[in-house]
């Protein structure tokens, strides 16, 4: 399985999923980035069918890929998985936001495990588990 993050969340989560996510080479997942495979500001249209064409799963916070019709009928269209993380906007610092993506990985990758692309997720500070959009 591979997850790509995308450029709204900050590069060092995104290395820090890749680095402890690789020893666990049994579960075959991978962690890449939009801005490292594709290029900085690479416009959503362009990666979102070549992400999908890896079979990828996206993790990003920019919930208007799901809001505008246009790029919600790509994803689907391309049948991409997308994982939408929607910390609160007032109040996190730096490690809350670590703490936020690290405790929920493994619900994430449990989640998506279970679901036919194309699918939209969300994953909230107060979400259990993921829910579907």
Known sequence: ?????????TP??????AILQNPRL???????TIREEFG????DEEWIPKVAAED??????????????QQRELYKQHGLGVVF???PKKGYQYWDLVEFYIRRWNV?????????????LVVTPKSAKPERL
């Open 108 to 120: 994430v990758k449990e989640e998506v495990k279970k679901l036919k692309k194309p699918f939209a």
């Open 40 to 43: 900085q500001g690479t416009p």
């Open 56 to 69: 990828g799963i996206i993790i990003t916070q920019d919930l208007n890929i799901h809001r505008v019709r």
């Open 12 to 17: 060092n989560i995104a290395q820090a999923l």
């Open 85 to 87: 993380f929607k910390p």
């Open 26 to 32: 049994n579960e075959n997942i991978e962690v890449f």
């Open 1 to 9: 399985m591979k997850f790509y993050v995308d450029e709204n969340i």
